[in-house]
């Protein structure tokens, strides 16, 4: 059945630890509320939330909504205790060797020829200073290790949020380090950067990446600038007009994901509507069902907006007071456009 659809109880609230140590200003609220994102594990079906970072939240436990089951759990538990006795100063990681909560923003990826979660965030607690640090999170064994490039962007020293996107076809993520103008190449195999020039685009805050595999482009948007970089040759980037996308463009960190099953991008920025993003034309067509997850968050959605291929539907988390929705805009196989 084609439309929004409640996954009844799975509301964040309900499996949020309550520990005063790691509460901050806002508690477990701030993994929704505050610039996080989400990723979407196509192997199991999950999304999975990660987030917190400068005063509002200190917790580090990972979250994952099960599409299938309709259940969100908590999988690990928060560093407490003497781990995090380096707290006040700000650590790159918590004394148990776990990362310290941050913004997530475009920092959340599936790994999927890995299996490992990629994280590339901001924000870190308590302080809100950036960060360089990669860590990868093992899904298997529900282990966090720190990886260790030697070239990296480095928005500790800039402040350019996270921008990463997963390429599924090649296996690299690609980020651009907005402050700068640097488009990057991440080899997760390698633990490498590589840095693949110039470029005048996805410089604001609170954009959204995603790259389309098929057409071997990565596409930032929000904020009121929508622009595409391609994959191979000169890597020039090219502002869009999106006929038909502004609530989309001007929207702060919308949920913008690709659909395999139709070969668009498909963004939603709160409400009812949905917006399917035709490349070839530069424009988008928009759906409106009924029962949808509400406003968006004001600080964005970034990837807590997914596609999932195996079931062909959306899976957005908007609100941690309010359950999960799954959103269905086309059969299997069919077309919604």
């Known amino acids: 059945m084609l439309g929004w659809h409640v996954l009844a109880h799975t509301e964040l609230s309900g499996v949020c630890p309550e520990l005063e140590q790691i509460r901050g200003v806002e508690g477990c609220s701030a993994v929704i509320a505050d610039w996080n994102g989400a990723l979407a594990d196509t192997k199991r079906n ?11 939240y200190f917790g580090n436990e990972v979250y994952a909504l099960d599409i ?8 690990t538990e928060p560093s407490t205790g003497e781990s995090l006795s380096n707290l006040k100063s700000c650590p790159e990681e918590y004394g148990d060797g776990k990362p310290n909560a941050r913004h997530t923003y475009n920092g959340l990826q599936y790994i999927s020829r890995l299996d490992q979660y990629f994280v590339f965030g901001a924000g870190l607690s308590p302080c809100g200073n950036f960060s360089n640090g990669i860590w990868f999170f093992d899904p298997v064994r529900l282990t966090w290790a720190k990886r260790n490039p030697k070239t990296h962007p480095n928005p500790a020293q800039n402040g350019s949020i996270p921008m990463t996107a997963y390429d599924s076809g090649s296996g690299m993520v690609y980020e651009v380090e907005g402050n700068v103008g640097v488009f990057w190449k991440y080899n997760p195999s390698a633990d490498n950067w590589e840095s693949l020039g110039d470029v005048k685009a996805c410089s604001r805050l609170n954009m959204t990446a995603v790259i389309d595999p098929v057409r071997k482009q990565y596409f930032c948007i929000g904020n009121g600038s929508f622009s595409k970089i391609g994959l191979s040759g000169s890597h020039k980037a090219m502002t869009l007009a999106g006929r038909g996308c502004e609530r989309l ?17 498909v963004g939603w920025a709160g409400g009812a509507t949905i917006y399917i993003y035709d490349t070839d034309s530069d424009s988008c067509t928009t759906k409106t069902f009924e029962r949808d997850p509400g406003p968006q968050q004001k600080n964005g959605t970034f990837g807590r907006f997914r596609y999932f291929p195996a079931l062909n539907v959306f899976a957005v988390v ?14 299997a196989g069919g077309s919604s456009h």
């Not at 999950?46 to 509002?56: A, E, K």
């Not at 299938?68 to 999988?75: D, F, V, W």
Request: glycine share 14%; hydrophobic share 35%; aromatic share 10%.
């Open 249 to 265: 463009v001007t929207a702060g960190g919308p949920g913008f994901d690709f659909d395999s099953s139709q070969n668009r991008l």
């Open 46 to 56: 999950r999304l999975i939330l990660w987030g917190g970072g400068h005063s509002g």
């Open 68 to 75: 299938e089951k309709s259940t969100l759990q908590r999988i």
């Open 318 to 331: 908007n609100d941690w007071k309010e359950d999960a929705y799954v959103l269905r805009i086309a059969a």
